[in-house]
Each structure stands twice: as C-alpha cells, then as structure tokens.
Nanobody, 124 residues
Framework: QVQLVETGGGLVQAGGSLRLSCAAS????????MGWFRQAPGKEREFVAA????????YYADSVKGRFTISRDSAKNTMYLQMNNLKPEDTAVYYC?????????????????WGQGTQVTVSS
C-alpha cells in the first residue's frame, strides 16, 4: 500500500513563495506519474501540475504556468511543487496524487492514491 504525505503549506503574502513536498512510502510505490491538485472552498478539485516519474515530463495548468515548477527526486520517492509569485486565488488545499495510468494526466479520477492535503493561504 502506498502512502503520500504532503508538507510545506502555510500562510504567505501575495507575491511570496512556498515549496510543497510529497513523500511517498510503501513497497508498492512505482507510479507512472504523479501530480498536484488543489481544492478551494466550494469549488471542485482542479489540476495544478503533473510529472512522469521516469522521464520527468511535466504538465501545468494555464493558471500556474510560469509561476509553479514541479519536480521529483526518484531516489527519495519525493515530489515537489515550487510556487512563486503566489496570488490570493492560489489559496486552496493542495493534494499530491499518484497514478498508474499513462493518459489524461489532468483528470483526478485517473489517480490511484492521494495524500491528505496541505493548506496554502495567500493573503492580499
């Protein structure tokens, strides 16, 4: 069984930066890819970024392109999300997730396991 634990959330002023981490554990951890999603109060969970675990190919939502960077350290089974120039609309609970599917990286239904989430709050 795979477990994912997110850390690094917090409160930051607009224009600031945060770095989220997602540490994976479990002998079954061998994803095709991993991703970050976020969910604001009253809104649906939305795709933020994804990365293929072996090749490192990256994908981003238009709303974060140029501001966020996804990366992974395969040796540490850890994924990161560097978030720069944060905006109040980035406020949400951020979740990391892993998938075995090779298609539709933006669809949360294609992900097989999830972390518990970490709160990111950006003040104006």
């Amino acid at each position: 069984q795979v477990q994912l634990v997110e850390t690094g959330g917090g409160l930051v002023q607009a224009g600031g930066s945060l770095r989220l981490s997602c540490a994976a554990s479990g002998r079954a951890f061998s994803p095709y890819g991993m991703g970050w999603f976020r969910q604001a109060p009253g809104k649906e969970r939305e795709f933020v970024a994804a990365i293929s675990w072996n090749g490192g190919r990256t994908y981003y939502a238009d709303s974060v392109k140029g501001r966020f960077t996804i990366s992974r350290d395969s040796a540490k089974n850890t994924m990161y999300l560097q978030m720069n120039n944060l905006k109040p609309e980035d406020t949400a609970v951020y979740y990391c997730a892993g998938r075995q599917s090779i298609v539709d990286v933006t669809n949360p239904l294609k992900y097989d396991y999830w972390g518990q989430g970490t709160q990111v709050t950006v003040s104006s």
